[in-house]
């Protein structure tokens, strides 16, 4: 089993930046690859980023390309999420969901994650 806490939600404007963290805890987190998810009110929880069990590898969805960044501390047991320049439309919970174990390529559908975190919210005001 592992364990998933998100922090690091909040509120802010468009343009700002907010880091979201996920804390891991139970079995050995460095076996697992690690993504973003989210659920913007109304609407299907998305793929938002993933990264591989060594942080060799990541993935983002087109719609956070070249504003998010995914990266991981193995030593730590977490993974961080940087968004930067946040539009409104980023407005929604993140999860954070870890694998059973490694997956190549990196996964995008919610059926490749074992274990998921209850999420935080992100709101960006315009």
């Known amino acids: 089993q592992v364990q998933l806490v998100e922090s690091g939600g909040g509120m802010v404007q468009a343009a700002g930046s907010l880091r979201l963290s996920c804390a891991a805890s139970?079995?050995?987190?460095?076996?697992?690859?690690v993504a973003w998810f989210r659920r913007a009110p109304g609407k299907d929880r998305e793929f938002v980023a993933a990264?591989?069990?060594?942080?060799?590898?990541?993935d983002y969805a087109d719609s956070v390309k070249g504003r998010f960044t995914i990266s991981r501390d193995n030593g730590k047991n977490t993974v961080s999420l940087q968004m930067n320049s946040l539009k409104p439309d980023d407005t929604a919970v993140y999860y954070c969901?870890?694998?059973?174990?490694?997956?190549?390529?990196?996964?995008?559908?919610?059926?490749?994650?074992?274990?998921w975190g209850r999420g935080t919210q992100v709101t960006v005001s315009s």
């Open positions: 969901a870890a694998t059973y174990g490694p997956i190549i390529p990196l996964a995008r559908g919610e059926s490749g994650y074992a274990y």
């Open positions: 139970g079995r050995t987190f460095d076996e697992h690859d």
């Open positions: 990264v591989a069990w060594s942080g060799s590898f990541t």
